[in-house]
């Protein structure tokens, strides 16, 4: 790796319980959120990666808000998605809302593309899942013209051509970080290198390795197309505490209700505690004492060359006092071993 891998966390804003296992309300869950993030800055993790949903099982619907609360409590950490919707949002607006957030945190703000896994945003703001592909690539190729902070002319078939139009603010940087999220095809990879940007990978299942050719492709693709080398992220979910043991009881029950809950939703079969291990010990479930998930993280970073890894601490109903504890885990202990391991 070129440079010195960046360690990040991400949330969903997931509906967390209390100790009496009632749902805590949406209010508490958000403030909790910003909570963790200060945290996270205190302790010394890279960036802190705020969610999307329109559902009852996560509190966060709109993270620039949330990120612009954890900019005035924080000096250091950057701050991004994970991610945004675009294609059930507008290009201009989600350029100027981080524009707005970059300049309110000094510069530290980012922002990661996709078209998420959920579609709940598409009825919400009444747009036709029949064209869930054509928004999102029509839309990502106008928030990379505005991207360009120069005079926007852009035309396509899902709205109005823009023509001869400036957005505002800009940035100090004259560019807003901007990563593509990609969920393992070959033409998102694709995409992503044909406008020169970053990408996050999401691996949620499976041995990490299977990205191998993902990341082959891309730089292939960047090669092809004379660019320079861009840095490559993965998120995948995981949990820290003191030993392996207390890490997998911790995690396993919410883990499981929050993956039962969307699994019922999508025709997947209940998962068992045994696939649960299978991914802790050989697939992209980063769960277990400081040792175990530092390990696994540099293991995954020399796989794929990465810039930068985050993980998703948050796991349904799981209580913010454990992720509290996590978070400072993986800030103290976790990150300082994983850059030993990669020295």
């Known amino acids: ?53 329109h559902r009852d099982d996560f509190a966060v619907s709109a993270p620039e808000v949330v990120l612009a609360a954890i900019a005035g409590q924080t000096s250091r950490i950057r701050l991004g998605s994970a991610v945004t919707v675009l294609s059930s949002d507008d290009p201009i607006r989600v350029f100027q809302r981080f524009a707005t957030l970059d300049a309110a945190s000094n510069g530290r703000a980012e922002v990661i593309l996709g078209r998420g896994s959920f579609t709940e945003s598409f009825p919400l703001f009444g747009f036709d899942l029949t064209q869930y592909e054509e928004l999102f690539e029509e839309k990502l190729d106008l928030f990379n013209a505005v991207r360009s902070e120069t005079t926007v002319n852009w035309e396509g078939k899902t709205r109005k051509p823009v023509v001869n139009q400036r957005v505002f603010p800009t940035t100090a940087s004259g560019s807003l970080k901007t990563w593509i999220g990609v969920g393992g095809s070959p033409q ?16 949620i299942g499976g041995a990490p390795e299977r990205f191998v050719p993902y990341v082959d492709l891309y730089h292939r693709a960047l090669a092809q197309l004379e660019a320079p080398t861009l840095p490559i992220g993965v998120h995948s979910p995981g949990y820290v505490a003191d030993t392996d043991e207390q890490a997998r009881e911790e995690l396993w029950p919410a883990f499981k209700e ?15 505690r045994a696939e649960f291990d299978q991914e802790a010990d050989h697939g992209s479930l980063y ?16 796989a794929l060359g990465l810039s930068r890894f985050d993980l998703k601490y948050s796991s349904g109903p799981l209580q913010h006092e454990k992720m509290m504890h996590a978070i400072e885990l993986y800030g103290t202990e976790v990150i300082p071993m994983v850059r030993d391991m990669l020295a």
């Open 1 to 53: 790796m070129a440079q010195e891998l960046e360690l990040g966390l991400d949330t969903f804003g997931d509906v967390t319980s209390g100790a009496d296992g009632v749902p805590i309300a949406y209010p508490q869950v958000i403030r909790n959120v910003i909570s963790e993030a200060i945290l996270a800055d205190q302790v010394g993790v890279d960036f802190i990666g705020i969610g999307e949903h």
């Open 258 to 272: 929050n993956r039962d809950r969307i699994g019922a939703e999508r025709g997947w079969s209940p998962m068992t």
């Open 188 to 203: 998102s990879v694709v995409r992503a290198a044909s406008y020169g940007l970053p990408m996050m990978l999401a691996i």
């Open 287 to 302: 769960v277990g004492s400081v040792e175990t998930v530092a390990k696994k993280i540099a293991s995954t970073a020399k």
